[in-house]
């Protein structure tokens, strides 16, 4: 069946400007993460969904930074007033949630370069 | 929080030979640690993990090993194959059938020589 998606799979910005990146997890799936993979780096937790809420926002770098998602379904990640240190590959997964199954299935990143 | 630290940050292997990564963690209450290999333009992809309550796991050529009391946990790759070449990132997660972020490590390039 189908992965998770993601999109773009790369944007170029210039340093202040607004950026948007998309998730689409797998069906069914109710959890979601964000995370950001500096270049070299491991990946940085950045945010949590379980269904449409977000009670974890914990790894979100400045406020700057928000997320949301629609139902059960697609999310967005967006970045105001980007920096160069955004620069980085923005990795989004999404896991079946109360079924024991940790395993996070992960979409192929967005690698935002703010130049 | 959770700090998981990995060593070597580079391991080139001839082909054929074994492979061994290593993770340390610091939070005693995790009890979940997967393996992700990620190969060039893709996201990680899960190849094995472990729970809290078993030392070791294995399939087929890869294995975990995980020492609850000094905190630490391993990757063994046997008879490498030269699709075995890629980033290997360790993790580490609280599971509590709800928010189960992962920790990870800073990642193994493994470079297998033919």
């Known amino acids: 069946g189908a992965g998770v998606s993601q999109s773009p799979s790369n944007k170029v910005t210039e340093k202040g400007k607004d950026v948007e990146l998309r998730c689409d997890p797998i069906?069914?799936?109710?959890?979601l993460y964000w995370y950001r993979q500096r270049l070299g780096q491991g990946l940085e937790f950045l945010i949590y969904?379980?269904?449409?809420?977000?009670?974890?926002k914990s790894g979100l770098p400045s406020d700057r930074f928000s997320a949301e998602r629609t139902g059960e379904s697609v999310s967005t990640l967006t970045i105001q007033r980007t920096q160069q240190e955004d620069s980085a590959v923005y990795l989004c997964?999404?896991?079946?949630?109360?079924?024991?199954?940790?395993?996070?299935?992960f979409g192929p990143g967005t690698r935002l370069t703010v130049l | 929080g959770e700090n998981v630290e990995q060593h070597p940050s580079t391991l080139s292997v001839q082909e054929g030979d074994s492979a061994v990564i290593k993770c340390t963690y610091s939070?005693?209450?995790?009890?979940?640690f997967p393996w992700y290999k990620q190969e060039l333009g893709k996201g990680p992809q899960l190849i094995i993990d472990?729970?809290?309550?078993?030392g070791e796991k294995k399939d087929q050529r890869i294995a975990v090993t995980l020492n609850k009391t000094a905190k630490h946990f391993s990757l063994h790759i046997t008879e490498t194959q030269p699709e075995d070449s890629a980033v290997y990132f360790c993790?580490?997660?609280?599971?509590?059938?709800?928010?189960?972020?992962?920790?990870f490590g800073t990642g193994t390039r493994l470079t297998i020589i033919p």
């Open positions: 997964a999404s896991s079946p949630l109360g079924t024991g199954n940790n395993e996070q299935f």
């Open positions: 069906s069914g799936h109710t959890a």
């Open positions: 969904f379980q269904g449409n809420s977000a009670p974890d």
């Open positions: 939070d005693s209450a995790s009890n979940y």
């Open positions: 472990i729970r809290s309550n078993v």
């Open positions: 993790a580490a997660s609280l599971t509590n059938f709800g928010n189960e972020k992962l920790t």
